[in-house]
């Protein structure tokens, strides 16, 4: 059989690998479709850990057979390791007769150990028997597996619908976004919608459900919140003890004057003011202060004044000498 009778939608032994049907995986690579590809019957069938690479240097592109009576009719999940640097993968759906019904990227951003997947959209109401992926510029990674996540019975999780026994589905397989990996709703999100799933963080700070001490002030996070206390405490948050700063010695008063813990601070009582300070409440403050700033007891002088000993006087002549 001839490559030209494969582009018709036939297969044969020669030029394909077949693999169990009645799945929703691709079932044979089309061999007239491989271009700088090492071991490229590693992508048919269910993500395994053996992978087809991709020499993107050699504009390495795969053409994968859906199968016949199988034909892909929804978004396309791809499954890939061995990732160096982020990679925008071309990938074209495929009629029978290898006319292409739609183009789209597929963003492989994925670096880390182990098996990773990513949803292409696909919204054509024809359905596509192959699929063609091309790598990107100068990217070298690893394709494990192809999946058409389309159809109603069978419908997987990441598929981005939402079908029996599932909470949410937003599209892909990672937990910490609101919609777990096994699309299940996680605790401190809100999904709604089902095609597919929208997931937004609770704000506990501001709903009133936070559980953070009276002496504390809350900070949302995705998904939770954090309790941090305010000044003047100690403690985790979710309970805040006073700082008895005249115990410990970081207080501020004067040697004649006597330190009263009190929550979340201290005053300084009795003593009596040396120049140049003056008494404000139970504190000393400092008089000789800039022309406008004062420093008595928060005196603040108009432009049409200046500051002579902690007192606002009419003119703006030079500074006083005190």
């Given at each position: 059989?001839?490559?030209?009778?494969?582009?018709?939608?036939?297969?044969?032994?020669?030029t394909?690998?077949?693999?169990q049907?009645?799945?929703?995986y691709?079932?044979a690579?089309?061999q007239?479709?491989?271009?700088?590809?090492?071991?490229?019957?590693?992508?048919?069938?269910?993500?395994?850990?053996?992978?087809a690479?991709?020499?993107?240097?050699?504009g390495g592109?795969?053409?994968?057979?859906?199968g016949?009576?199988?034909?892909?009719?929804?978004?396309?999940?791809?499954?890939?390791?061995?990732?160096s640097?982020?990679?925008?993968?071309?990938?074209?759906?495929?009629?029978?007769d290898?006319?292409?019904?739609?183009?789209?990227?597929?963003n492989?951003?994925?670096?880390?150990?182990?098996?990773?997947?990513?949803?292409?959209?696909?919204?054509?109401?024809?359905?596509y028997?192959?699929?063609?992926?091309?790598g990107?510029?100068?990217?070298?990674?690893?394709?494990?597996?192809?999946?058409?996540?389309?159809g109603?019975?069978?419908?997987?999780?990441?598929?981005?619908?939402?079908?029996?026994?599932?909470?949410?589905?937003?599209?892909?397989?990672?937990?910490?976004?609101?919609?777990?990996?096994?699309?299940?709703?996680?605790?401190?999100?809100?999904?709604?919608?089902?095609?597919?799933?929208?997931?937004?963080?609770?704000?506990?700070?501001?709903?009133?459900?936070?559980?953070?001490s009276?002496?504390?002030?809350?900070?949302?996070?995705?998904?939770s919140?954090?309790?941090?206390?305010?000044?003047?405490?100690?403690?985790?948050?979710?309970?805040?003890?006073?700082?008895?700063?005249?115990?410990?010695?970081?207080h501020?008063c004067?040697?004649?004057?006597?330190?009263?813990?009190?929550p979340?601070?201290?005053e300084?009582?009795g003593?009596?003011?040396t120049?140049?300070?003056?008494?404000?409440?139970?504190?000393?403050?400092?008089?000789?202060?800039?022309?406008?700033?004062?420093?008595?007891?928060?005196?603040?002088?108009?432009s049409?004044?200046?500051?002579?000993?902690?007192?606002?006087v009419?003119?703006?002549?030079?500074?006083?000498?005190?």
């Open positions: 059989m001839t490559d030209e009778t494969l582009a018709e939608g036939e297969a044969s032994s020669e394909v690998t077949a693999m049907a009645g799945d929703r691709a079932n690579v089309v007239s479709g491989v271009i700088a590809v090492i071991n490229p019957n590693a992508a048919v069938g269910p993500p395994d850990g053996n992978v690479t991709f020499l993107g240097l050699l592109s795969l053409v994968l057979d859906m016949r009576g199988e034909e892909g009719t929804g978004p396309l999940r791809i499954y890939y390791r061995g990732l640097l982020a990679v925008i993968a071309q990938v074209e759906f495929l009629r029978s290898m006319s292409i019904i739609s183009t789209a990227q597929a492989l951003l994925d670096l880390g150990l182990g098996t990773h997947s990513t949803l292409v959209p696909f919204s054509s109401a024809t359905p028997r192959y699929v063609r992926l091309g990107g510029l100068a990217s070298l990674f690893g394709l494990d597996a192809i999946e058409d996540t389309g109603g019975v069978g419908s997987v999780c990441g598929d981005g619908r939402v079908s029996a026994g599932e909470q949410c589905d937003d599209g892909n397989r990672m937990s910490g976004d609101g919609c777990s990996s096994a699309c299940q709703l996680e605790p401190g999100f809100n999904c709604q919608g089902t095609q597919p799933s929208v997931c937004n963080d609770v704000n506990e700070c501001t709903n009133g459900t936070a559980q953070c009276v002496n504390a002030f809350c900070v949302n996070t995705p998904g919140y954090t309790c941090v206390c305010r000044l003047g405490y100690w403690g985790n948050g979710w309970t805040c003890n006073d700082i008895d700063e005249c115990a410990n010695g970081t501020t004067q040697p004649n004057q006597q330190c009263v813990n009190t979340g601070g201290f300084c009582v003593g009596a003011c120049p140049p300070r003056q008494q404000c409440g139970s504190q000393c403050t400092d008089v000789t202060a800039d022309r406008f700033n004062c420093g008595a007891c928060g005196v603040v002088c108009p049409s004044k200046r500051c002579s000993v902690g007192v606002c009419p003119g703006v002549g030079e500074e006083p000498t005190l």
